[in-house]
């Protein structure tokens, strides 16, 4: 079995060597970028499984970065920054990161993130070509292979994370699952303080899905329980 392959866009030399040691000691192969610039090269020119995006970064941030990659791929994106409040925090899960570490960490605690990540992404891959080929329901359509979403003859885009959610919810209509259940299959970790993550992805897929234009509504809030497909 081949190497996981890991990139980190940090232009902390000192920050990014720290990580990459951990990295290799776990067994995983990582290669560096100085910017933002430089990670698109690398990820366009060979197999990357996961980045490791610091936001302050010359020539393109990471923000950025992380919106170009999410055009393109579906690899897993921890954010790793000082940027610490909430909104920065909330910002880089919405345009597509999968999780979000603050400056200092503990590098221990950052390899076993990654590891959690790759883990989810790995077993998403082996296991999608099991599920059903496409999902139709009240005008809404969910093809897993292609990972796209059509609304009455709509494409819209949405991040991983977010499909993952619908898809979760529509493969079991009237189901409700927890914020807590929702956060341990789709980001395949423990739940720790993660409310506020789910409902901020919960929230960013319904105004994608136009349910604040529409009477009929694809994701239920079911209060004080949690959500669930009302298809």
């Given at each position: 079995?081949?190497?996981?392959?890991?990139?980190?866009?940090?232009?902390?030399?000192?920050?990014?060597?720290?990580?990459?040691?951990?990295?290799?000691?776990?067994?995983?192969?990582?290669?560096?970028?100085?910017?933002?610039?430089?990670?698109?090269?690398?990820?366009?020119?060979?197999?990357?499984?996961?980045?490791?995006?610091?936001i302050?970064?010359?020539?393109?941030?990471?923000f950025e970065t992380a919106?170009?990659?999410?055009s393109e791929f579906q690899m897993p994106i921890i954010f790793v920054s000082a940027k610490s409040s909430d909104f920065d925090k909330i910002q880089g899960l919405m345009i597509g990161g999968d999780d979000y570490l603050t400056k200092p960490f503990n590098p221990m605690e950052l390899v076993a993130r990654v590891n959690a990540q790759l883990r989810r992404y790995?077993?998403?891959?082996?296991?999608?070509?099991?599920?059903?080929?496409?999902?139709?329901?009240?005008g809404l359509k969910i093809n897993p292979d292609q990972r796209s979403?059509?609304?009455?003859?709509?494409?819209?885009?949405?991040?991983?994370?977010?499909?993952?959610?619908?898809?979760l919810l529509a493969r079991h209509p009237k189901k409700v699952?927890?914020?807590?259940q929702i956060f341990q299959q789709v980001w395949g970790e423990d739940y720790y303080e993660s409310r506020n993550?789910?409902?901020?992805?919960?929230?960013?897929?319904?105004?994608?899905?136009?349910?604040?234009?529409?009477?009929?509504?694809?994701?239920k809030t079911v209060w004080g329980v949690g959500y669930s497909f009302n298809g």
């Open positions: 079995m081949m190497k996981p392959s890991i990139l980190i866009a940090e232009d902390e030399r000192e920050i990014a060597d720290l990580i990459k040691i951990h990295l290799e000691k776990e067994g995983h192969q990582v290669v560096i970028a100085a910017d933002g610039e430089e990670a698109l090269n690398i990820i366009r020119s060979q197999s990357i499984d996961l980045v490791i995006l610091d302050m970064m010359p020539k393109l941030d990471g919106l170009q990659i999410r790995i077993k998403f891959n082996q296991s999608k070509a099991k599920e059903p080929s496409l999902i139709e329901i009240g979403v059509v609304i009455y003859d709509e494409m819209i885009e949405l991040t991983p994370k977010e499909f993952d959610i619908l898809y699952y927890s914020a807590e993550t789910v409902m901020v992805h919960i929230r960013t897929l319904r105004k994608k899905l136009g349910e604040d234009k529409r009477k009929n509504l694809f994701i």
